[in-house]
């Protein structure tokens, strides 16, 4: 009975441990540079017909929320939003969520509708 309690020390010891390193690492995580935001919504604005607007919202580089024309049939921009990918990492940029949003449902109400994303993390090359 006793080393079965002692074996739980030693697990619970352990997950503390992991804890406390991935805690420490999302603190200390050094969001994206200005520079490559910069340069990925330069690469962005090369395409005004599919990227009508500048991108809406970083969040430290985890998510860019693109906004844009919504399709006639309402079908999802997960292609453009994937097509956004390349880009990201020509600038290596490679731990990237990309949202694609309504830019006239934005304009006109406020209302961030989703309509479309593509999971662009990688690691580092």
């Known amino acids: 009975m006793a080393s079965t309690f002692v074996m739980n020390k030693k697990t619970i010891l352990l997950v503390l441990v992991a804890l406390t390193a991935a805690v420490t690492w999302y603190l200390y995580k050094e969001p994206l540079s200005i520079e490559k935001r910069a340069a990925v919504e330069a690469e962005l604005a090369k395409f005004p017909e599919k990227f009508p607007a500048t991108?809406?919202?970083?969040?430290?580089?985890?998510?860019?929320?693109?906004?844009?024309?919504?399709?006639?049939?309402?079908?999802?921009?997960?292609?453009?939003?994937?097509?956004?990918?390349?880009?990201?990492?020509?600038?290596?940029?490679?731990?990237?969520?990309?949202?694609?949003?309504?830019?006239?449902?934005?304009?006109?109400?406020?209302d961030w509708e989703l309509i479309g994303a593509a999971d662009c993390r990688r690691q580092a090359e």
Request: hydrophobic share 40%; aromatic share 8%; proline share 5%.
């Open 55 to 110: 991108p809406v919202w970083w969040s430290d580089g985890d998510v860019l929320a693109v906004g844009v024309l919504p399709r006639e049939n309402g079908e999802k921009h997960n292609d453009t939003a994937k097509s956004v990918c390349p880009m990201l990492w020509k600038h290596d940029v490679n731990g990237t969520v990309v949202e694609m949003y309504d830019i006239l449902l934005i304009q006109k109400s406020d």
